[in-house]
Every structure is written in C-alpha cells, then in structure tokens.
C-alpha cells in the first residue's frame, strides 16, 4: 500500500487538488477541515462543501471535519501519515487586519500543532507548508518600478524577480504576513532541529479550477467569476498591478518533485516567474474576450498592497527540476470554461 497523506484545509482550493492529485495516485489521504469556508462567505455553503463533497466521491479519502488550532485532532489525523501537506489557513490580508486574533490563531497555533504533530509522530512524516510571498511584507514595495502602458515591472536587478534570501526583516507585513512567516520559520527550525524533511513554499499566485475567489483573496478567479456572472468589479489603485500566475496543478507537480528528491529541507519561492505574468487590466482584456460587459470601478490603493510580486523561480528549477507548463492565458481560459459550465453556484 502507498504512503497514507494528512491534507490539512483539504476543503479549501489548494487542498482540495492536493488531496485528489495523491487520492488518484492511490495514496490513502486523510482530509482535515473545519469548513469554515460557509461563514466566510457569509452565505449558505454551497460553495463550502463544494470541494468536500466532490472529495467524498473519490476512493482512499478519509473525510474529518475538525480544526488545526485542535493539537489532539491534528495529532490524531496524522497518525501513521508520511506526508502531511498543511493548507490550512486564513488566507486574506484583509481580513487579519479586521481580526488578527482568529488570523493568528489560525495560522500560527494551527501551523505550530501541525509541525509538532509531524516532531511527534512515529511515521516521521515529510511535511509540506503553504507559505506565501507575504513573507517579504513591504520591502518588496522598495524595489524599483518602471511603469508602461498596461503594467508596472521590476527595474532591471530584480527581472528575474524576488529570489528566497530577499529581506522579510524591518518593514511592515500586515498580520497576515506576520502569521504566515512565523509558520513559515517553524518549519524550518524543526527541519534543522529534528530533522523532519520539510519543504516551505513560498506561493505567489495560485489559481485554477473549484476556487471560490473573492475581492480579497484569490483574485483571478474572483475577476473570472465576476466578469461571467455579471458581477461589478472594483480595481483598487490603477490595474497596472503585476503577479506571476501558477496553475494549480504546476504547484502539486512542485511538491511531488520536492518530496521525491533528496533534499531534506527546502524553501523555495513558488509562482509562475517573470514568463508567466499579468496585471489586473491585462486579464480584463482577457475575460473581454469572452465577455463584453464587464462592470468596472476604481476606487484607492489598499494599505501594503504591492504593485508588483514576481518570484525568482531559479532554486526550484535548479534544485527539484521543476517548472511552470500552463500559461496564463491557457490557464485563464481553463479556469473561465469551469466557471461558466458552474454558475449556479455563482448565483
């Protein structure tokens, strides 16, 4: 039998994928969630079990409702599991702003329980964390900008984009930033204290199919739902904002190809790299291709929003030989086909 996977947040975008790519493999995979995606979008939760009941048609998955910030159920899900991917999080800046005690308490006590449930575990899982580029909080905004016609770019010393030993320290982070980075450094310790193989991505912008994005979070998704199901969009600053894009299932091919090689721990910046970009107004002209109408307003620039986040991609290339295959504009058109053949779910 194939090694038993413990997905935390299996519920969620990336998770759900995560657990499906391993379920299919033939893994046993535990999912562990909280569903607390439904009081997040302050709606009925539809679009919460989407993923969670689509996971329940698969064979070798074990569905657990229950929560990270639980030490006893995250021990008891991981037992025997030797891998553990930890998706599980509050994922938007906005919202740790309003209320940084349940963003902390997410994200730090759930990622400190996952890595001591890894320490403590006689399987001696390999354990993999969702970081972010958050990580690098406002230093990224002191890198110098050249602006054209439909985007804002890095100056040349940064082409290639923001590499892992660029500064997260003496800046401003948001307590998103600040959460993530705290989970994103146990990691590492515990990779160097007890010798866990622990790979630490640092993602830039993910998107793909059953995301459910919204105007904080997840954003190509959330411009894709809204551009097709006639929903008003607000553009905060310009539009000229720049991110790398990643196909989800390029992500998942990154992982594999970490927990397969013979690093023992790793911290790798994760998106599509300076080939695979766009900017706001960019994927606009994209979704016009397939809807006119879209309804746009501008409105400020946000506080700690960053003009533009490219990830160095070089160590992940060099040191997993790993790589990004979709385009943005192949994945868009994926993600657009998904989204019109659901939208009532959208309604």
């Not at 990270?68 to 899900?77: C, F, L, M, Q, S």
């Not at 599980?88 to 730090?108: C, G, I, K, L, M």
């Not at 406002?138 to 770019?153: F, S, Y």
């Amino acid at each position: 039998m194939k090694d038993k996977v413990l997905v935390t947040g299996g519920a969620g975008f990336i998770g759900s994928h995560v657990a499906e790519a391993f379920a299919k493999d033939g893994h046993p995979v535990t999912v562990l969630d909280n569903l607390s995606r439904a009081k997040l979008l302050k709606k009925d939760d539809r679009n919460a079990r989407y993923n969670w009941d689509f996971l329940g048609t698969l064979p070798n998955v074990d569905l657990r409702e229950g929560d990270v910030r639980d030490a006893g159920t995250v021990r008891e899900a991981a037992e025997g599991a030797r891998v553990i991917v930890h998706t599980a999080a509050q994922t938007a800046v906005t919202t740790s702003v309003t209320d940084p005690r349940q963003d902390f308490e997410n994200n730090v006590i759930g990622a400190f329980n996952v890595v001591e449930a890894a320490r403590l575990s006689r399987a001696k899982p390999a354990l993999i964390f969702c970081s972010t580029n958050k990580v690098y909080g406002e230093n990224v905004n002191a890198v110098p900008l050249e602006e054209q016609k439909t985007r804002w770019a890095f100056g040349a010393k940064h082409a290639a984009g923001i590499d892992e030993h660029f500064s997260i320290d003496l800046c401003e982070h948001t307590p998103y930033g600040c959460s993530k980075l705290t989970g994103d450094l146990y990691m590492q310790d515990y990779a160097h204290l007890y010798g866990l193989k622990t790979g630490v991505f640092r993602m830039s912008c993910i998107y793909g199919t059953r995301q459910f994005g919204m105007e904080d979070q997840g954003w190509v998704a959330w411009f894709t739902i809204a551009a097709l199901t006639g929903k008003p969009l607000t553009i905060y600053g310009d539009g000229k904002q720049v991110r790398d894009l990643l196909w989800v299932d390029d992500l998942i091919e990154g992982y594999r190809t970490f927990l397969g090689s013979n690093h023992a721990h790793g911290v790798f910046n994760m998106g599509g790299g300076p080939e695979n970009t766009l900017s706001l107004l960019e994927l606009l002209d994209l979704l016009k291709t397939r809807e006119n109408s879209i309804s746009v307003t501008y409105a400020d620039w946000r506080p700690s929003d960053q003009k533009v986040y490219v990830s160095n991609i070089d160590k992940a290339r060099r040191d997993l030989g790993w790589k990004p295959h979709i385009s943005p504009q192949e994945g868009v058109e994926r993600l657009a086909t998904w989204v019109a053949a659901n939208r009532s779910l959208f309604a």
